[in-house]
T-cell receptor, first 115, second 108 residues
Framework: NAGVMQNPRHLVRRRGQEARLRCSPM?????VYWYRQLPEEGLKFMVY????????ESGMPKERFSAEFPKEGPSILRIQQVVRGDSAAYFCASSPWTGLGGELFFGEGSRLTVL | GIQVEQSPPDLILQEGANSTLRCNFS?????LQWFHQNPWGQLINLFYIPSGTKQNGRLSATTVATERYSLLYISSSQTTDSGVYFCAVGTGANNLFFGTGTRLTVIP
């Protein structure tokens, strides 16, 4: 059973460009979470999605960031007009159920560098 | 949101030594996970342990939910144990709140 798959593993963008990060959850998992890790810090929650629905986006910056999890295909985290402060590792996690306390499984992360 | 504090922030061990990492949290939780982030940045699940005790090889963990803390024990440490250990807790919704981590360095 493959784990959570994220791509690209590394992405370099110039200021003002767009970054798209993809996440395929583990087989059988219908809940996806995105986290951001700045250098030398812990992970910070960004957004929680189920298929075709955003459940909780309380950690998402109000501008330039968006996320989706379509009926078919991977979840996408999109960052428009990137700035140097967006440089970070972005981790995706998936979970199989909505029950309180379900275990989350993380991908290997996508590392965004903004020049 | 819930506060998660980990101690010590940094730890240096001689290979073969044992260690205990602590995680304190400020509210009742229904999810607690320990992770190891290796030097390549990969985040590895160690334990899912909202309560009780679990063991996996040289690692074990105990969570005392009523007293709001969890402990991660590493025995006979190896250089491959180096990295950052994160405790993360969840309350209600499924997202996790991460501590700032304990950076472990095991020297030969």
């Amino acid at each position: 059973n493959a784990g959570v798959m994220q791509n690209p593993r590394h992405l370099v963008r110039r200021r003002g460009q767009e970054a798209r990060l993809r996440c395929s959850p583990m087989k059988g998992h219908s809940h996806v979470y995105w986290y951001r890790q700045l250098p030398e810090e812990g992970l910070k929650f960004m957004v929680y999605l189920q298929k075709e629905n955003i459940i909780d986006e309380s950690g998402m910056p109000k501008e330039r960031f968006s996320a989706e999890f379509p009926k078919e295909g991977p979840s996408i985290l999109r960052i428009q007009q990137v700035v140097r402060g967006d440089s970070a590792a972005y981790f995706c996690a998936s979970s199989p159920w909505t029950g309180l306390g379900g275990e989350l499984f993380f991908g290997e992360g996508s590392r965004l560098t903004v020049l | 949101g819930i506060q998660v504090e980990q101690s010590p922030p940094d730890l240096i061990l001689q290979e073969g030594a044992n260690s205990t990492l602590r995680c304190n949290f400020s509210d009742s939780v229904n999810n607690l996970q320990w992770f190891h982030q290796n030097p390549w940045g990969q985040l590895i699940n160690l334990f899912y342990i909202p309560s009780g005790t679990k063991q996996n090889g040289r690692l074990s963990a105990t969570t005392v939910a009523t007293e709001r803390y969890s402990l991660l024990y590493i025995s006979s440490s190896q250089t491959t144990d180096s990295g950052v250990y994160f405790c993360a807790v969840g309350t209600g919704a499924n997202n996790l709140f991460f501590g700032t981590g304990t950076r472990l360095t095991v020297i030969p």
